[in-house]
Each structure stands twice: as structure tokens, then as C-alpha cells.
């Protein structure tokens, strides 16, 4: 294409028009950006495209396959937008195996599809509803049914030290969010200060469950030093350290079905429904009658907390509502086929995905391929919405800035860069949307894998305010690498510093 650069090298020799205007100054100020020694010993892809003209104004390594972490969830996002639909809710129901009545001979059963934004004042809700349907009593079993999806619970790939912890909770058709964020299978465990230095912490959860045993080893002290984590492969908390003020972690649960059963299953009680059999895994019969039920909000508004908090769980739901809706197969393997179908239409021509959120090390994807998908997305009609819910650059507020509320603030970057973040130790990622000086929308796609230091996201936000500075009528002068503070939370995205508010 006319006007394409390769690390600064020249214009392609074929083209006699040469670099587009301007597009000289940039290429040498984004090369001296990534001379950086901190990226001496690492491997840093970028893309930079009009999408207006197509011409690329920026190239190295495009066609490199990098791991993009939570870049991923720009396809995912996408593709269940396009095969969802901006209007698809999830379903949550409550259904009675037996003729309903005061009493219920037979089971009621607790049946979900997935909804991460399902609450404890949720399932309270259904339990309510349950109730005013006249229902006292249920001489059967509680039956949860998860069967929407398979039972495979984590990704293939995640590494075992981030099991306990919300952003790598298990995926499950039935499960339950203890907050707005909708970190879905997570429970806030919160530790205050006992009644003096010396006494034992206070413990408690949100929502209240008994699902998780808790092993309290905190005290309180004169300063806040606490360690909160899971055993693996139990429902084990194990609470250590000092106390001086209140501390608290979201960590995810073993099996979220039966820990949003036993959430339904409390509020049935409170509601003056007795279940006298046990709480079972198991699938609705057909024919069961419908008790109780609840929607979603729609995909169009989910896209909001997805996209600017990057909720790992959300683009795994997703994935394996997009294989029960094209395949009737609620699986990763199902989920996966459509998204990099999608992902090959669009412009991403070499795709690698192991999963929908990007926590995979095995997922890779090209600057190149990201750069085409963001121009394609453009004709979609779908993408004013999907458009939206990107982060903004150093615009406040969890549901406003979301990833990027910290970044390039004060800016020509700022209020003006849509773009997903990306981060995994030793890999960080940045592509999205900004509109030059002249205002010509451009795209871009910077991932970089394997350096050593603690953060290369400055590098990322000089880049991208240096294009809300480009311009073709004339040309910055001479003017220095843009300089920006580093994110202020380095390597850590800001929404992950629970309970920190971006």
C-alpha cells in the first residue's frame, strides 16, 4: 500500500509517491518511542492504519504472532455481538417437576444459562417469586441445572496460581456475581479489625454464604498486612496477617453451581419456602413448569462492564454461549470455532485462540490482523454500540475510562482514544481507535511480549497520543517523544486493583 513503513524503514520501493505527508516525522518519532532499552530483549509488534484510506502509516513486525492477553476480547466482544445480537439476555428459571401447588411433590429446579450478572438479591428475587405463587413447601430436591454448558470449568492453559482469584473463576450455566463489577463464581471476602491489637480479625463475606469454610489466622494490628487465598481445589479460605483497617479480595469459588444454589436456596427459606430434599446437580426434565424466571440486562449493556473492567469471565461466557447458540454445544472448543470463524472474515487472517478472554499464554494474534478487524468493525451496524463500551483515554470512572481512566490524562490522547488494554506479566497490549489533528480516524494495534521490566505502558500511551498529534498538512516540528506520566498502577490494570475505583 502506499505510504507503508517497516520499522522505519523506507517507503515501499514500488510506490513513486513515497511516505504519505507527515507520515515520515511519524514513523521516526514512533522508532524512537520503541528504541526504549527496555525493549532491548523483547519482541513489540505495531500497526498503524488509516481507516480512512487503508494505507498503513506504521509498520514492525505486523504479521508476528504475539500474545495479545486481554486484546483477545476485542474479537470475542465482537463476534458475540455479531452472532448474539445487541438485544440476546440470558435466562435464569425456576421450574417444579410435579404439578405446583402449596406443596410440591416432586423437585423444583434451579435452571441457568450462563447470566454473570445474576445477584444474591437475584436469586431473592426469584425465591420471592416462588413464594407469592403460593408455594410452602417442596417435598423433593433442589435441583441446580448447569447443562446449558459442558462441565468444564477452567481454560485449558490458565496457570494454577490465579485459580482462586475472581479474574480466573470457573465458568459455569448456573453462577453468581457478589457486585456490579459481575466478576461471576467470586465472593468478596472482606477482614476488618477484631476488638484490639492482638484479637483475631473479623471475617465476613458478600454475599454472606456458607459455602466457603473460612480459616481465620488474621489479627489485628497497628498496620494492614493481609493475605486472603483459596486452597485449591477446596472452598477453603485462608485469611493471614495483620489488620488496622478493612482489607478485602474477591476470590472465586469451587463450583458456582451449587454455591448460587445455595444462595437460592437460603432466600427460599427466608421466604417461607422449605425444601426438605437435598441440593443435586442435574438437568430439568421436560415438561417441568415454569415457577420463576428472570432476564438479563441485554448484551448491548453487558458490553459495558465486559469491555472497560475486562471481565475475563464475561468473554468465556460468551465464548460458550456463541457454541450452544450456532452448535447447540455449550463448550470452549464450540465457543472458539465461531469466534475465529468470525475473526477470519474480518480481517484476521492468522488467529490462535485456546480461549475468550486472553488469560491463555497459548492465544496469538497479529498486529496486522487486530489492525484489519478494527477498520472492518467500522461498517458493522452494530459498532457505534460495541464502539462505546471500548475504554477511554484518562477519562474517569469505572464504566466511563474503565482500563484506561489513568492513562494519557491531560492529553490530545485523552477523551479521544477507544482502545482495549491487554496485560500479563511480560506482556502488555493496546489496540484500538484515536482520531489524528486532523481528524482522520486511525487504528492501531502495539503488543509487546517478553521484556523484563516492571512496565512498558508509558511506551504504549506516547504512541498513541503521538498519533492524536498526527497530522498531513503539516508536519509536528521537531517535536520531541510525547511525554506522559507511566499508568499509575504499572503493569496492573486499574480495574484489577479491587477494591481500588479507576
Given at each position: ?5 517497516i520499522s522505519?524503514?523506507?517507503a515501499?520501493?514500488?510506490?513513486p ?11 521516526h518519532?514512533?522508532d524512537?518511542?520503541l ?14 492504519r488509516?481507516a ?7 509498520m514492525?513486525?505486523p504479521?508476528k504472532?504475539?500474545?495479545?492477553a ?5 474479537v470475542?466482544?465482537?463476534a ?7 438485544d ?19 423437585d ?8 454473570p ?6 436469586y431473592?428475587a ?23 454448558f459442558d462441565?468444564?470449568r ?15 473463576g470457573?465458568i459455569?450455566a448456573?453462577?453468581?456475581?457478589p ?5 461471576a463464581?467470586?465472593?468478596i471476602?472482606?477482614?476488618d ?19 466457603l ?5 488474621a489479627?489485628?494490628?497497628t ?22 483497617d478493612?482489607?478485602?479480595?474477591w476470590?472465586?469459588v ?7 444454589a445455595?444462595?437460592f436456596?437460603k ?5 417461607g419456602?422449605r ?8 438437568a430439568?426434565?421436560?415438561g417441568?413448569?415454569l ?5 438479563s ?20 461466557i ?9 452448535s447447540?454445544?455449550g463448550t ?9 470463524a ?21 492465544d ?11 477498520v472492518?468493525?467500522?461498517?458493522k ?13 484518562g ?5 466511563v ?10 492529553t490530545?490522547?485523552?477523551?479521544n ?8 506479566t511480560?506482556?502488555s497490549a ?7 489533528a486532523d481528524g482522520?480516524?486511525?487504528?492501531f ?12 505502558k ?11 498529534q498526527?497530522?498531513?498538512?503539516a508536519?509536528?516540528?521537531?517535536a520531541p ?18 477494591p481500588?475505583?479507576?
Amino acid at each position: 500500500m502506499a505510504g507503508v513503513t517497516i520499522s522505519g524503514a523506507p517507503a515501499n520501493a514500488a510506490d513513486p509517491a513515497g511516505p504519505a505527508p507527515g507520515a515520515g516525522d511519524l514513523v521516526h518519532d514512533i522508532d524512537r518511542i520503541l528504541s526504549d532499552p527496555r525493549l532491548t530483549t523483547a519482541q513489540a509488534g505495531v500497526v498503524v492504519r488509516s481507516a480512512r484510506t487503508g494505507e498503513d502509516l506504521y509498520m514492525r513486525e505486523p504479521g508476528k504472532l504475539f500474545i495479545p492477553a486481554s486484546n483477545t476480547k476485542l474479537v470475542t466482544s465482537a463476534a458475540a455481538v455479531e452472532t448474539l445480537g445487541l438485544d440476546y439476555r440470558f435466562t435464569t428459571s425456576v421450574l417444579s417437576t410435579a404439578k405446583p401447588g402449596r406443596t410440591i411433590e416432586g423437585d423444583i429446579v434451579l435452571k441457568g444459562t450462563g447470566d454473570p450478572t445474576m445477584l444474591a438479591s437475584d436469586y431473592d428475587a426469584l425465591a420471592a417469586q416462588v413464594a407469592r405463587s403460593g408455594v410452602k413447601e417442596v417435598r423433593g430436591r433442589l435441583v441446580a441445572d448447569d447443562t446449558w454448558f459442558d462441565d468444564v470449568r477452567l481454560g485449558a492453559d490458565w496457570t494454577w496460581d490465579d485459580e482462586p482469584y475472581y479474574y480466573a473463576g470457573q465458568i459455569s450455566a448456573l453462577t453468581a456475581s457478589p457486585d456490579t463489577d459481575y466478576d461471576a463464581g467470586s465472593v468478596i471476602v472482606s477482614v476488618d479489625p477484631g476488638s484490639a491489637p492482638g484479637r483475631p480479625a473479623k471475617v465476613t463475606t458478600t454475599p454472606p454464604t456458607d459455602y466457603l469454610k473460612i480459616v481465620n489466622r488474621a489479627v489485628t494490628g497497628t498496620t494492614t498486612d493481609a493475605g486472603i487465598t483459596r486452597d485449591h481445589g477446596t472452598n477453603t479460605v485462608v485469611v493471614t496477617g495483620t489488620v488496622a483497617d478493612r482489607y478485602e479480595d474477591w476470590i472465586s469459588v469451587w463450583g458456582p453451581t451449587l454455591y448460587a444454589a445455595g444462595l437460592f436456596r437460603k432466600s427460599l427459606a427466608e421466604h417461607g419456602v422449605r425444601v426438605l430434599g437435598p441440593t443435586v446437580r442435574g438437568a430439568a426434565p421436560t415438561g417441568a413448569s415454569l415457577l420463576a424466571g428472570r432476564e438479563s440486562m441485554p448484551l448491548s449493556r453487558l458490553l459495558v462492564p465486559f469491555l472497560k473492567l475486562s471481565n475475563n469471565m464475561h468473554a468465556e461466557i460468551l465464548t460458550k454461549a456463541m457454541g450452544r447458540k450456532v452448535s447447540n454445544q455449550g463448550t470452549w472448543a464450540a465457543g472458539l470455532a465461531v469466534t475465529s470463524a468470525f475473526a477470519q472474515n474480518n480481517g484476521i487472517s492468522t488467529v490462535r485462540l485456546r480461549d475468550g478472554s486472553g488469560l491463555s499464554r497459548i492465544d496469538g494474534l497479529t498486529p496486522a490482523g487486530l489492525a484489519s478487524l478494527l477498520v472492518n468493525l467500522r461498517d458493522k451496524p452494530w459498532f457505534p454500540t460495541w464502539y462505546e463500551a471500548l475504554p477511554v483515554a484518562g477519562r474517569r470512572g469505572r464504566f466511563v475510562g474503565g482500563t484506561l481512566s489513568s492513562r494519557m490524562a491531560g492529553t490530545p490522547a485523552a477523551g479521544n482514544v477507544h482502545a482495549k488494554t491487554g496485560s500479563l506479566t511480560g506482556v502488555s497490549a493496546l489496540s484500538g481507535y484515536v482520531s489524528s489533528a486532523d481528524g482522520e480516524p486511525l487504528v492501531f494495534s502495539i503488543i509487546s511480549n517478553g521484556y523484563l521490566s516492571p512496565s512498558v505502558k508509558d511506551l504504549e500511551d506516547k504512541i498513541v497520543v503521538r498519533l492524536a498529534q498526527f497530522t498531513r498538512s503539516a508536519p509536528v516540528d521537531g517535536a520531541p517523544a510525547p511525554q506522559v506520566s507511566p499508568p499509575i498502577n504499572g503493569d496492573k490494570e486499574c480495574s484489577w486493583l479491587k477494591p481500588a475505583r479507576c
